[in-house]
């Protein structure tokens, strides 16, 4: 059992930065493999990152290639989303994954706002 909360949404205007971050409770957090999607109003949830269970992997949508960086802290049972030169399309709420969007866990998700 994993339970997961995001932090450090907020309002920004465009070209500027966010770092999200998770924590996550449980004693196999560094066991899985981590993951942010978002959900904008009126889509689907889509994916954005994932990072291995060592972080030596990371996959990112081509859409924020270049512009955000996941990492995470296994001591700290924590996994980041650094956030940079954001767009008003990256207004979502970013939710925080662990194990897969199948059968995984989420936490309850932060807004990020970009302004234009």
């Known amino acids: 059992q994993v339970q997961l909360v995001e932090s450090g949404g907020g309002l920004v205007q465009a070209g500027g930065s966010l770092r999200l971050s998770c924590a996550a409770s449980g004693r196999t957090f560094s066991s899985y493999t981590m993951g942010w999607f978002r959900q904008a109003p009126g889509k689907e949830r889509e994916f954005v990152a994932r990072?291995?269970?060592?972080?030596?992997?990371?996959v990112y949508v081509d859409s924020v290639k270049g512009r955000f960086t996941i990492s995470r802290d296994n001591a700290k049972n924590a996994v980041y989303l650094q956030m940079n030169s954001l767009k008003p399309e990256d207004t979502a709420v970013y939710y925080c994954?662990?194990?897969?969007?199948?059968?995984?866990?989420w936490g309850q998700g932060t807004q990020v706002t970009v302004s234009s």
């Open positions: 994954n662990a194990g897969g969007a199948a059968s995984g866990y």
């Open positions: 990072i291995s269970w060592s972080g030596g992997i990371t």
